[in-house]
């Protein structure tokens, strides 16, 4: 592509024709500031952060919507520029409610940095009526304070351009203006798929997950409970970011020592509940392929998609296999197998999960997820409030020595863990299948044309006995979307889909650790955090599901053959068909 060449602050700086000068200054080291801006996704110079001076514009402009010109003259950092960045915050600040003592995100929020950064005081500059607002917390996962929003609409356009959903808008105008529900119902009452993207992206505290960490500090104090932890795979590669690591440190051992530094009786691993899951969903893959079963299957270990599917595609939920989710077999197991094992009353058990994902909290408490007669999980803890319980307990958590997980619910193969990106349970089954159908194992493990970020993949195998097996893998909802459409017209035959809810998979979950966007703009943390699970996957002498002694053992001992009656029972679930509730979006 063509170059042009223009100055900012006096250094002349190439890039490519169509760039915006803020892409200009990116590729120069040239910081300019942004709120609303997101790239490709929310590109609508609203919040007027990252004003510049051009040289013959009568006003300032927008970075991140201007486009460069030959021989543009750009100045980024002039008193002029400053003094309007500065009047900027304040009024944002003015209408805002500056609880940043007690607020979730202070120390983590983009308006407090930039605050900080501009010399703003708490002390509103402009001080005057605000808008009224109620706080939201009629969903299962997350809470809406709008006296914190700064309407980037950061939330809006994930929630539609990125999950295809659109539930949540801009309503009203002016001093009014506030980003709510359509009809001003309560998020609870839309069609919401408690994915949690709206929060991972928000600058602010306006959103944030329900917090359930009291709830375990006060299961952790209780003598009359047992007290088990299980981790899920993409935790280990983002809980780092919340104690200063950097994106993709495998942070595995040390959260295995904060946790029982925290007083969990045992600490698992949801590993085991994900190999556990490839053993019951291959073998009901291949019986759907050997007995002319509903095709293509679905994957449905991502709730944030099986409640999408439920909603938006409810005629597909007979594809979605019958599998529960590696959290809640985990947990159907540990409250009888591994309860049984050890002589413990399942009512005095206690499972905590922590996920990337704020659609655990939804899950939980959804129906035929008790097959003990209590539910399989108790309490779903995103990656976020699990920093927040080590850091309340006074953990220093860069200080700890590697520890390793309790066994034998502790011990995971590379299938298991890669199942927190995207790809990772289509490969993981695949490697598993292979087996079921030919008795030998596959080749390879390795299938990599299902590995990476893209929204949709496609990939054929040949499998000996079957013939040409067609996959896709979609990660994010309006890529789901996309692909179903496709599905159902009869354009795409697939006889095996992975879907998941966030993009990229469960590394980028709305519950992992916030990135600003000034850095999420130019690096892409969905790889990052994967490359810290494809590695642990390479390291792992074993790397089949089949070939973890311990799901062997839970065969052989009590559950017989995958998809028996009992596995039935404890690790398959059932669907219901929702409506969709909603105005905005398409
Ligand atoms: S959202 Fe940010 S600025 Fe507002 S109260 Fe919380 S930390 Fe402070
Ligand atoms: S949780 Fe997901 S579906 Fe619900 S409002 Fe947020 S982005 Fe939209
Ligand atoms: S809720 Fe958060 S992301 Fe949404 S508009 Fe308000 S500040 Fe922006």
Redesign the pocket.
Known sequence: MENVTITINGRSVSAPAGSTILEAARLANITIPTLCYMKEINEIGACRICVVEVKGAKTLVTACVYPISEGMEVWTNTPRVLAARRTTLELMLSNHNRSCLSCVRSGSCELQALCKQYGVENEAKYDGAKTLSEIDDS?A??IRDNSKCILCRR?VA??KE??G????GASNRGFKTAIT?AFEMG?GD??????????AVCPTGA?QEKDNTQQVFDALADPDKVVLVQTAPAVRAGLGEAFGYPIGTDVQGKMAAALRALGFDKVFDTNFGADLTIMEEANEFVQRVKNGGMLPMITSCSP?WVKYCEHYFPEMTENLSSCKSPQQMFGAVAKSYWAEKMGIDPKKIVMVSVMPC??KKFEIHRADEDANGVPDVDIALTTRELARMIDRAGIDFRALADENFDQPLGSGTGAAVIFGATGGVMEAALRTAVYMITGEDAPSVDFTEVRGVEGIKEATYEIDGVGPVKVAVASG?ANARDLLKKVRSGEADYQFIEIMGCPGGCVNG?GQPQVPYGIRNFVDIRAERAKVLYNLDAKNLLRKSYENPDIQELYKNYLGEPGSEKAHHLLHTTYVKRTVNRVYGK
Request: hydrophobic letters at 40%; aromatic letters at 0%.
């Open positions: 969903a996962h997350m939330c994930v929630c990125t999950q959903i659109g539930v949540i529900s998020l839309t069609s919401c798929v408690s994915c949690g993207q709206c929060i959103l944030g704020t659609a909802l709305g």
